[in-house]
C-alpha cells in the first residue's frame, strides 16, 4: 500500500471522515505503531480507537500482567531441553534482540522528550532462574554453559551455593530445606517494566503531534471498499452514538478481540484461526519488610503437564513509584476474551474454517484441561503454600489474590496436525497489505518494537526503504544482529542502559 496522507477516493462519502491509519485498541502494540509512523512520516493523519475509558487498561495494564522485560535471562520455556539432552540457545538469543529494539527505541523516545523520565516506566530488576532437583540442576547448568559466552548474556552467573544465591535473593534461601539439590542464575541487566505507564506516554505524545484519539469507541464493523479503503463503522459506549470512519490502512491491537474484529473484516487470511481464553492471578504483598529482602524476577520449571504460560516466578514490581512483589501466575477461566470482553466470546467466534481446528487441539491437549481445573480447585491457602516452595517463609497473611488479564492464546491450522495451540504472538495481515491484526500473548509486549517493524515492512513495502534512515536513527540495530558483533553488543547495552538510567 502507499503511506500517503489521506484523500478523498471515487466511493468516499464526503460527509464521512477520512484517515491514513486507524488503530484499534489503545494497548501496548498500537501505542508502538503509532509513535513508529509519527516518527517516520508526520503528515500521516492517525487515530486511534480504544472501546474502554482509557488506554492501557486491558493486557498492558500494569497489573494485568507481570512486568517483566522479556529478554530470555530468565524464562526456560525459550530453551527447552531436547530429547537427546542438548539445549539450543537459538530462540533466547532471538528473543534477547527483539527486546534489545525496544530498549532502543525507548531509549532513543526518552533522550528526544517523547519519554518521560525512565523510571516511570522502567526499573532495574536482576532476571533470575532458581531450579530445584537434581534432573533440573544439571538442565540449569548446561542452559548456562551455553549462554555464558553469547554477547546477549554477558554477565550471567551460575551457583549452586545457598551462601551465594542467599546475596542475590534471601527469600529463596530463608528455611530452605537442607540436602535439597537446587541451582540459580542471575542477570543483573534485567528489567521491570510498566507497560501501562509506557503506553499511556506514547498514546498522550500521539496525541499532542495531532493523532485523534478516542476513548469510549467500540469498533463494531469492519468493510473494505472498492477503492481499497475500510469502512469502519463504531459506536460510543456513552450514549450509544453510532459512527462511520474510512481509513487507508487498519491495524487491530484489540488484545483477544483482534480475532473477532478480523473475522468482522472478511479477509480470509484469519481462516482457521481460533483462541482459547485463559486468565491468571498473582498473589501480591506491599508489605515493605518483605518486599525490601526481594529485588529481583525469579522464574522456575512449570510443572509437569503445565502448559509453557504457568512458569511460576516471584517478581519485583515498580508501579507508579511503589515497590511490591507479585507470585504467580495461577489459571483461571472465564469465556471471555478480555477482562471486559463478552460472556459469548468463546462460541460467538466458531466458524467453519476454525471448527475443525479448535477441536484438534482441544482433542490433544487433555494435560492443559487437566492443568486448568487443578488451579481453579486452589483457594488462597493452597496458592500461598505454592509460594512456599520459593519462598519457604511466606505467611497467609502477607499475601493478597489480584485478578491479572486474559490471555487469548491463539488455535491455528496445522497442516500436519490439523489444528495447534500456539503459545506466543502472530501478525495476520490480508493479503493487501490495508490491515493487520495482532492475536496472541508473551512475550508480546517486550517485543512489541520489532513486532511493528515487521509489521511495517510486510503493510508499507513502497516506503520501508525511505523510512529506514530515520529508523536506524531510533532504533541503531535495525537490520542487522547485535548478538553477531560481541563490540557492537557490549556498546549498544551500555549506551540504552545509560539512556534509562539503568543500573543493576
Known amino acids: 500500500m502507499t503511506a ?43 487515530a486511534v480507537f480504544e472501546r474502554l475509558s482509557d488506554v492501557a487498561l486491558e493486557s498492558s495494564n500494569a497489573w494485568n500482567n507481570a512486568g517483566t522485560g522479556h529478554a530470555a535471562l530468565c524464562e526456560l520455556n525459550y530453551m527447552p531441553e531436547g530429547k537427546d539432552g542438548s539445549v539450543d ?53 548446561k542452559r548456562y554453559e551455553a549462554l555464558k559466552d553469547e554477547p546477549l548474556f554477558a554477565g550471567i ?15 529463596l534461601m530463608q528455611k530452605r530445606r537442607k540436602g535439597e ?56 459506549t456513552i450514549g450509544r452514538t453510532p459512527g462511520e470512519i474510512r481509513a487507508k490502512f487498519v491495524f487491530v491491537g484489540a488484545g483477544g478481540w483482534a480475532l473477532k474484529l478480523l473475522q468482522r473484516s472478511g479477509i480470509p487470511e484469519i481462516s482457521g484461526y481460533g483462541v482459547f481464553p485463559i486468565g491468571g492471578q498473582f498473589l501480591k504483598t506491599s508489605n515493605p519488610a518483605v518486599v525490601a529482602q526481594h529485588k529481583a524476577k525469579v522464574y522456575s520449571q512449570a510443572s509437569v503437564g503445565a502448559p509453557p504460560m504457568s512458569v511460576p516466578h516471584l517478581d519485583t514490581r515498580v508501579v507508579d513509584g511503589e515497590a511490591s512483589l507479585l507470585f504467580g501466575p495461577f489459571a483461571t477461566f472465564s469465556p471471555k476474551f478480555l477482562k471486559t470482553g463478552s460472556w459469548f466470546d468463546i462460541v460467538g467466534q466458531v466458524r467453519p474454517g476454525n471448527l475443525g481446528p479448535m477441536l484438534k487441539v482441544a482433542w490433544d491437549n487433555p494435560s492443559l484441561i487437566t492443568y486448568l481445573v487443578g488451579e481453579l480447585l486452589k483457594n488462597h491457602k493452597k496458592k500461598v503454600d505454592s509460594l512456599r516452595t520459593f519462598m519457604p517463609t511466606a505467611k497467609d497473611e502477607d499475601w493478597e489474590i489480584i485478578q ?84 557492537v553488543a557490549r556498546e549498544s547495552l551500555g549506551e540504552t542502559a545509560e539512556a534509562l538510567a539503568l543500573t543493576a
Request: charged fraction near 25%; aromatic fraction near 6%.
Open 4 to 46: 500517503t496522507p489521506a484523500e478523498n477516493h471515487a466511493d468516499t462519502n464526503p460527509h464521512v471522515e477520512t484517515v491514513d491509519v486507524l488503530l484499534i485498541g489503545g494497548g501496548i502494540m498500537s501505542a508502538t505503531l503509532g509513535t513508529l509512523l509519527q516518527e517516520l512520516q508526520p503528515d500521516l493523519k492517525i
Open 89 to 141: 540457545p537459538a530462540k533466547a538469543i532471538s528473543i534477547n534482540e527483539q527486546f534489545q529494539q525496544s530498549r532502543q527505541l525507548w531509549s532513543s523516545l526518552v533522550e528526544a522528550g517523547v519519554l518521560d523520565a525512565p523510571s516511570t516506566f522502567i526499573n532495574s530488576a536482576p532476571h533470575m532462574t532458581f531450579v530445584r532437583g537434581e534432573k533440573d540442576v544439571a538442565y540449569l547448568k
Open 157 to 171: 552467573e551460575y551457583s549452586e551455593d545457598s551462601r551465594v544465591i542467599n546475596t542475590w535473593a534471601p527469600l
Open 181 to 236: 539439590p537446587f541451582a540459580a542464575t542471575r542477570v543483573p541487566a534485567g528489567t521491570d517494566v510498566d507497560f501501562g505507564a509506557l503506553t499511556r506516554q506514547l498514546v498522550d505524545r500521539l496525541a499532542e503531534n495531532g493523532a485523534d484519539v478516542r476513548t469510549n469507541t467500540e469498533v463494531r464493523k469492519l468493510k473494505r471498499l472498492s477503492d481499497g479503503t475500510w469502512s469502519v463503522k463504531y459506536r460510543r
Open 404 to 487: 491479572a488479564g486474559q490471555r487469548a492464546q491463539v488455535m491455528k491450522k496445522d497442516p500436519e496436525k490439523g489444528g495447534v495451540l500456539q503459545f506466543g504472538t502472530e501478525v495476520v495481515t490480508g493479503a493487501d497489505g490495508t490491515i493487520a491484526g495482532l492475536l496472541g500473548a508473551s512475550p508480546g509486549a517486550s517485543t512489541a518494537v520489532s513486532i511493528m517493524l515487521g509489521l511495517l515492512k510486510t503493510c508499507f513495502p513502497d516506503r520501508i526503504e525511505e523510512w529506514e534512515p530515520r529508523l536506524r536513527e531510533l532504533i541503531p540495530s535495525y537490520g542487522d544482529t547485535l548478538n553477531a558483533r560481541p563490540e
